[in-house]
């Protein structure tokens, strides 16, 4: 069984979906660009064909 990656249920990562400009999404959005278990969702979703930034 493949352990789902906490990203894909990010309290943090919806509200930034409902509204990328408030406060916490802004930190949301730049916590990604540091975040190795970001990173490790993106590669994850490539491997298996999907795609979201």
Do not use: D, F, V
């Amino acid at each position: 069984m493949k352990m789902q990656a906490p990203c894909e249920n990010c309290k943090w990562r919806k509200h930034y979906e409902r509204n990328p400009k408030s406060i916490l999404g802004r930190l949301w959005r730049w916590h990604t660009g540091w975040c190795p278990g970001w990173k490790a969702y993106q590669a994850e979703l490539l491997e298996t064909g999907k795609k979201r930034s």
